[in-house]
């Protein structure tokens, strides 16, 4: 079963100090669970498939360093497969 994400702010090094939306980490299709459908999106991204934008670009971010990357996904991977709880 998916696991329901709590929402917390992320900081967007493109806004300005003070206008961080808060963000369900890793819930990047915003369905209010982190599952494979959001690994995916995540995987699409980085191949040059599709892009992601906005709020899902944040999500996505689950390391909080600015941009997402391999080391996004293999925390969203974890995360599902339930080897961490948490990111």
């Known amino acids: 079963t998916p696991k329901p ?3 917390e702010p992320v900081s967007d090094p493109l806004s300005p100090p003070g206008s961080n ?3 369900s980490l890793g ?4 369905s ?4 494979l459908t959001d690994l ?3 995987s699409m991204h980085l ?5 992601i ?6 999500a996505a971010d689950v390391d909080k360093n600015g ?5 996004d996904l293999a925390r969203l991977k974890q995360f599902i497969s339930k080897k961490i709880s948490s990111f």
């Open 53 to 58: 934008s906005g709020a899902s670009l944040k």
């Open 5 to 7: 994400v709590t929402t």
């Open 67 to 71: 941009k997402v990357n391999l080391s």
């Open 27 to 30: 819930d990047v299709d915003a």
């Open 21 to 23: 939306d808060p963000v």
């Open 32 to 35: 209010g669970t982190v599952d």
């Open 40 to 42: 995916s999106m995540v």
């Open 47 to 51: 191949i040059g498939d599709t892009e």
